[in-house]
């Protein structure tokens, strides 16, 4: 590296690295950034189901978790939403907005990927590849990065080797004891945003069946979150955007040791005595006396899902909708409005999306730069922050990775 510019080392090509990077290089900074995999940016690439939902208009609400929910957001906030839309713009990358969600306007991932690659090469940063750091030395006011193949100088180091979730990518928490041996503490990092495990015989029947609704988190006999949307049940786990945001609070509650299941309502719209009201106007009505129960009820939910609940409640589906009893229609309603299922575990990390825990906050300042060394920044999941599904956990580690990078710069 030159001695006539500052020079940085970033470890790690995901969203935090690049930003970083490329926000340093902008300011006059001398850049090398270090991956492990072949490829850079693995993880973007396949992010969103390839799609790159990398910012979200709707910061309301439960979004953002962290020992330092406040912090997070002011970081966020120092490089918003906003701000991040203009900067791939100005890349070639217009945005295309979904609901909040935003994604490039070519619904490729490939494009966020690529532009952040381009934009790298035209500030001459140094893109290493297939090297894996595996050593951090501080001394003499400089870092030491050592690699299977060399080792790298710098005046200062950026950290954003991600979490632990999806190993595949690179995200295997590698570097965690020696960012420990820097004087850094890392809380437990566990899955977020996975699908829930569970043996409820339920689901052998039930596999393949997608469903609006409103989820409910029961932990230890007392519903703590509800999220709504589409879930899937599978074989051997529940899926789907609702139970992926509750999965981290299931994640420590498994944890604690503590019972968990999902409280599920298909009807949230209707009040319990109103769906009541309902199903026995539509059982009961004389015009439809030669219609089964199956048949009155045909379009109010998946087939699969209306015959397992209408059996689980003595209504025989093939019988007529007349001949069963009022007692039946209160346990359908019942069951429509909290159908339980027992929850075993989260899925591992490698397929979360993001994992919880990390380096607390309070371990580094405003710009991300470590308390306990001077010239050490970390950005992205590597810290104790995550987010719900629809783009936030991009746009963290885009903030923190810009912050980090400009401060490093001065």
């Known amino acids: 590296m030159s001695k006539d510019k500052k020079t940085l080392t970033v470890i790690g090509s995901g969203p935090a690295g690049m930003m970083a990077a490329i926000t340093a290089a902008g300011n006059g900074m001398e850049v090398t950034v270090i991956e492990q995999n072949e490829k850079l940016c693995r993880k973007i690439y396949a992010t969103g189901n390839g799609r790159c939902n990398f910012t979200n208009l709707n910061w309301k609400g439960d979004v953002i978790r962290s020992g330092d929910v406040k912090k997070a ?56 590849t297939n090297e ?13 990065v050592y690699t299977d193949l060399g080792r790298y100088i710098s005046d200062k180091l950026l950290i954003a080797v991600g979490g632990k979730a999806s190993p595949i990518h690179g995200s295997d928490g590698n570097l965690n004891k020696k960012i420990k041996e820097l004087g850094h503490h890392i809380s437990k990092q566990m899955p977020a945003l996975v699908a829930l495990k569970t043996d409820d015989k ?24 509800n ?33 968990v299941k999902l409280v599920i309502d298909f009807f949230p719209e209707l009040e319990e ?12 009505n004389t015009k439809v006396k030669n219609k ?70 309070s371990e580094v300042n405003d710009k991300l730069e470590s308390m ?31 912050l980090a990078g400009s401060d490093a710069a001065k």
């Open 372 to 402: 306990k060394i001077p010239g050490l920044y970390l950005a992205g999941e590597i810290l104790d922050v995550d987010g719900s599904c629809g783009g936030y956990n991009l746009q963290w580690a885009f903030s923190s990775g810009f």
């Open 292 to 361: 089964t129960a199956y048949e009155v009820m045909i379009g109010y939910l998946n087939n699969k899902l209306l015959d397992y609940c209408l059996r689980n409640s003595g209504i025989n589906p093939d019988k007529p909708a007349y001949s069963n009893k009022h007692k039946n229609i209160i346990e359908l309603v019942s069951l429509l409005k909290n159908f339980e299922l027992s929850v075993k575990a989260t899925e591992g990390f490698e397929k979360a999306q993001v994992s919880l825990g990390g380096v607390p906050l």
């Open 73 to 128: 957001l002011k970081i966020i906030k120092g490089f918003d939403n906003k701000a991040l839309i203009e900067f791939f713009d100005k890349l070639g990358v217009p945005a295309k907005t979904i609901g909040d969600y935003v994604y490039p306007n070519s619904e490729q991932a490939l494009s966020v990927a690529e532009a952040l690659i381009c934009e790298a090469k035209q500030l001459n940063i140094k893109l290493i």
């Open 273 to 284: 005595h109103v769906l009541t009201e309902k199903l026995q106007q539509l059982f009961y």
């Open 227 to 259: 999220e709504s949307g589409e879930i899937i049940f599978n074989k051997g786990n529940i899926s789907g955007i609702p139970v992926m945001i509750l999965s981290r609070y299931a994640a420590l509650a498994f944890d604690e040791k503590k019972k």
């Open 202 to 225: 339920k689901l052998e029947k039930l596999a393949g069946v997608r469903v609006k609704c409103k989820v409910f988190l029961d932990i230890d006999g007392k519903a703590v979150n």
């Open 132 to 144: 894996k750091a595996l050593d951090i030395k501080n001394k003499n006011n400089s870092f030491e």
